[in-house]
């Protein structure tokens, strides 16, 4: 590249660029909002482009990247646009400069993606995700024959263009989404990809730390909007994986936080208030704390009485009658026909295993 002392002190003239004789210099203010046109953007990109950065041969996707993210992030002295007024050798504005890298980025990105090439796509929608994010509304004055997305969406398509390949990656990009929905109002639609940004710490990253810390945040965001059981959707998703980590009462935190909700359900999630009854009940079990397992089967019948005509409540009243007892031989008696009755997750099984050696008067240490 040309250095600033290296350049001739006069520029090309108008005859010698051809096409370029009426294009707009860096000193050339802005066209009144409004009468901004793609030709006049794409004049003044073309003549940066084709002076001081000729496109690479058409096809060839990896120069086209390397040079939108040579536009994007190298240092803007070291560019330059043409001649000013004065005589004066200008440098280009940032935001032409970033626009030129913007175009080249929503260009490629797609046919990165087609071509399976799932990092390169991912870094280029992500490129113009970040170029959206801080010039949107300079952006949508010129969007007239532009391919304009709104930011999320870029971040959204950089998300599942780097799931497989970039887990990380693919994470980043999704809190890049939610800081943009959550800029500009859209408080639902924010919590719902905080919800997906947890699943894909917990299936791809393998991360439960991260994934339950975007369940809990979503799970909070849904309640404040009111929208009750959509949050306790997220809040059983924090719930489980402690259950399933050894973190019992903190499992059983999590679902008393989603009873105090319920006097807002709907008739169509009642299966749900179910199920993260009889959950908590599994994880009181084991504990292996007979009296905390009692005041809490009471507690929920508080809640909802209804909860006294399901199978679950039967088989937990009569697993507590066992471990007062300390019947081994009921407990699994119990438990084996429960399980004919349906399916019941794994890990489920393992709290009523745990739960088992209480029973018997075992100490569980582990």
């Not at 001081?52 to 002295?77: I, N, V």
């Not at 809490?296 to 006294?308: E, G, S």
């Not at 697993?319 to 004919?340: A, G, P, Q, V, W």
Request: hydrophobic share 35%; with cysteine.
């Amino acid at each position: 590249m040309t250095s600033v002392s290296s350049m001739p002190h006069s520029a090309p003239s108008a005859t010698s660029t051809g096409s370029h004789a009426n294009a707009h210099y860096a000193d050339e203010p802005l066209p009144p909002k409004g009468q901004q046109s793609q030709s006049w953007f794409q004049s003044k990109a073309n003549f940066v482009r084709d002076l001081f950065h000729p496109m690479p041969p058409s096809g060839d996707l990896q120069a086209e990247l390397a040079k939108a993210k040579d536009l994007h992030h190298r240092d803007p002295g070291l560019y330059f646009f043409g001649r000013s007024r004065k005589d004066n050798w200008m440098p280009i504005k940032e935001f032409d400069r970033h626009m030129m890298a913007y175009q080249i980025y929503i260009k490629i990105a797609q046919q990165f993606n087609d071509a399976d090439q799932k990092v390169e796509a991912g870094e280029a929608f992500e490129g113009a995700g970040l170029l959206e994010a801080k010039y949107y509304s300079r952006i949508e004055d010129l969007q007239e024959g532009l391919d304009l997305r709104s930011p999320p969406d870029c971040f959204n398509e950089a998300c599942k263009a780097y799931s497989d390949v970039l887990p990380l990656a693919a994470a980043r990009c999704l809190e890049h989404s939610i800081k943009e929905l959550r800029s500009n109002g859209r408080a639902s639609g924010a919590a719902k990809l905080q919800d997906e940004l947890g699943d894909l710490y917990m299936s791809k990253c393998n991360d439960a730390d991260q994934a339950i810390a975007a369940w809990q945040k979503a799970g909070n965001w849904y309640r404040n909007d009111r929208k009750f059981m959509t949050a306790i959707k997220s809040y059983q998703k924090v719930a489980d994986t402690n259950a399933k980590r050894g973190d019992y009462y903190r499992a059983i935190e999590v679902w008393d936080r989603c009873a105090e909700d319920w006097p807002d359900k709907q008739k169509s999630s009642y299966c749900l208030i179910v199920e993260v009854f009889f959950n908590v009940m599994l994880c009181h079990i084991a504990t292996g704390d007979i009296v905390a397992l009692s005041r809490a089967i009471h507690h929920y019948l508080d809640l909802d009485y209804k909860l006294a005509n399901t199978r679950e409540y039967r088989f937990l009243v009569d697993i507590l009658k066992s471990m007062e007892d300390h019947d081994e031989e009921r407990f699994e008696f119990l438990c084996n026909s429960y399980y004919t009755t349906g399916q019941i997750a794994p890990w489920k099984k393992e709290l009523l295993k745990v739960g088992g050696k209480h029973a018997r008067g075992e100490e569980d240490f582990s």
